[in-house]
C-alpha cells in the first residue's frame, strides 16, 4: 500500500500565494509520475500540474503561468507553488502519483485525501 500525505492548504486573499506539499510512503520501487488535481464545489476535479518522470511538468490551462510543481525524487515529494491565486482556484487540492510497488510490477495510481485551499476576494 501506498500513502500520499498533503500539507500546506489554508486560506488566502487574492493575489497571495501558497506552497502546498506531498509526501509518498509505503511499498514503493519507483514514482513515475506525481502531481495534483482539484476539485471546486459542483465541478470536475481538473488536473493542476504533473511531472512526468522528474521533470517534464503538464500543467492545467487556467493555472500556466502562476502555479510551479516540481519533485524532490529522493523525498518521494512533489510540491506546487501557487501564486497570484484568484478566488477561482478555491478547491480542494488532491494529490497523485503512479506508483509502481515492486521490481517487474504494473503501475497503480493513487490518491491523497485532499487539502482545502480557500482564496478570498
Known amino acids: 500500500q501506498v500513502q500520499l500525505v498533503e500539507s500546506g492548504g489554508g486560506l488566502v486573499q487574492a493575489g497571495g500565494s501558497l506552497r502546498l506539499s506531498c509526501v509518498a510512503s509505503?511499498?514503493?520501487?519507483?514514482?513515475?509520475?506525481m502531481g495534483w488535481y482539484r476539485q471546486a464545489p459542483g465541478k470536475q476535479r481538473e488536473l493542476v500540474a504533473m511531472?512526468?518522470?522528474?521533470?517534464?511538468?503538464n500543467y492545467g490551462s487556467s493555472v500556466r503561468g502562476r502555479f510551479t510543481a516540481a519533485r524532490d525524487t529522493a523525498a518521494k515529494t512533489v510540491h506546487l507553488q501557487m501564486n497570484s491565486l484568484k478566488p477561482d482556484d478555491t478547491a480542494v487540492y488532491y494529490c497523485n502519483a503512479d506508483v509502481t510497488e515492486y521490481d517487474g510490477g504494473y503501475p497503480f495510481g493513487y490518491w491523497g485525501q485532499g487539502i482545502q485551499v480557500t482564496v478570498s476576494s
Open positions: 509505503g511499498s514503493i520501487f519507483r514514482i513515475n509520475n
Open positions: 511531472v512526468i518522470g522528474e521533470r517534464d511538468t
